[in-house]
C-alpha cells in the first residue's frame, strides 16, 4: 500500500536551519508530483511547496519562497524539504502528500504522511 | 490570492444531514477537493473533483459544485464524522498553488 513517512521535525532556533525528510513506498516514485503541506498548532492546512515526478519543476508559496527548497532523491524514493532561515510562524506539523489528479500537479492530495513536528523556539 | 471561506462550525445530531459550505469566486468553474482530519491524524481525502469518492468512503458522503459555493453534505451523521473538514482547489491564477478553505468543524450532537 502507499506509504508516506516524513522524519526530520525537532526543536530549532529562529534563523537555523533544517531538512525534513519523506520515505515513499508503495507506488512507483518517479510517476508522481510530491508536495510538502503545514498545519501550524491549532490552525489550518497550508500548502508548502511541490516537487514534479521528474525533479525539474517546483513551486513554492510566497511565504518560503527563497527560505525553502524541495529536492528529490530517485534511488531512496526520498523528498527532502532544505528549510533555512526559520521563523516562528514556520512551526507546525509538516505533511508530504502525492499528488494525484488528470494533470499532474494540478490536483488534490491523495496519500498523506503521518507528519512531522517542528518546533520554533528561542 | 484565491480565497476559499468555510464556516468555523457546524453542528448535526446523529441520523440528519450535515452541510458543509465552501464559498470562493466562481468556485464552480474550479474543481474542488475536500479532506476530513479527526484529532491528531493527518487529513484524509474524502471528495475528489466535486463529487468522485475515493475508495473506502462511504455513499453517504457525497459533494457538488456549482456557482460561488461547493457543498459537502455528510447524510445519516455518525459520531465518526466528527473532524475538521477542509475544501481545496488549485488555482494557477498566480503560479501553480494549492489553497485551502479555513476548515469547518463538525460536531455530532
Known amino acids: 500500500q502507499v506509504r508516506l513517512v516524513e522524519s526530520g521535525g525537532t526543536v530549532v532556533q529562529p534563523g537555523t536551519s533544517l531538512r525534513l525528510s519523506c520515505a515513499a513506498s508503495?507506488?512507483?516514485?518517479?510517476?508522481?508530483?510530491v508536495h510538502w503541506l503545514r498545519q501550524a498548532p491549532g490552525k489550518g492546512l497550508e500548502w508548502v511547496a511541490v516537487?514534479?515526478?521528474?525533479?525539474?519543476?517546483?513551486y513554492y508559496v510566497d511565504s518560503v519562497t527563497g527560505r525553502f527548497t524541495i529536492s528529490r532523491d530517485t534511488y531512496k524514493s526520498t523528498v527532502y524539504l532544505q528549510m533555512h532561515s526559520l521563523r516562528p510562524d514556520d512551526a507546525g506539523v509538516y505533511y508530504c502528500?502525492?499528488?494525484?489528479?488528470?494533470?499532474?500537479?494540478?490536483?488534490?492530495?491523495?496519500?498523506w504522511g503521518q507528519g512531522t513536528l517542528v518546533t520554533i523556539s528561542s | 490570492s484565491y480565497g476559499l471561506t468555510q464556516p468555523p462550525s457546524v453542528s448535526v445530531a446523529p441520523g440528519k444531514t450535515a452541510t458543509i459550505t465552501c464559498g470562493g469566486h466562481?468556485?464552480?468553474?474550479?474543481?474542488v477537493h475536500w479532506y476530513k482530519q479527526m484529532p491528531g491524524q493527518a487529513p484524509l481525502l474524502v471528495i475528489y473533483?466535486?463529487?468522485e469518492r475515493p475508495s473506502g468512503v462511504p455513499e453517504r458522503i457525497s459533494g457538488s459544485n456549482s456557482g460561488n459555493t461547493a457543498t459537502l453534505t455528510i447524510s445519516r451523521v455518525e459520531p465518526g464524522d466528527e473532524a475538521d473538514y477542509y475544501c481545496?482547489?488549485?488555482?494557477?491564477?498566480?503560479?501553480?498553488?494549492?489553497?485551502f478553505g479555513g476548515g469547518t468543524t463538525l460536531t455530532v450532537l
Open positions: 508503495g507506488f512507483t516514485f518517479n510517476s508522481y508530483a
Open positions: 481545496q482547489v488549485w488555482d494557477n491564477n498566480h503560479g501553480h498553488s494549492w489553497v
Open positions: 473533483y466535486d463529487g
Open positions: 466562481n468556485l464552480g468553474s474550479k474543481s
Open positions: 516537487i514534479s515526478k521528474d525533479g525539474r519543476g517546483d
Open positions: 502528500a502525492r499528488d494525484q489528479g488528470r494533470i499532474s500537479m494540478r490536483g488534490y492530495f491523495d496519500h
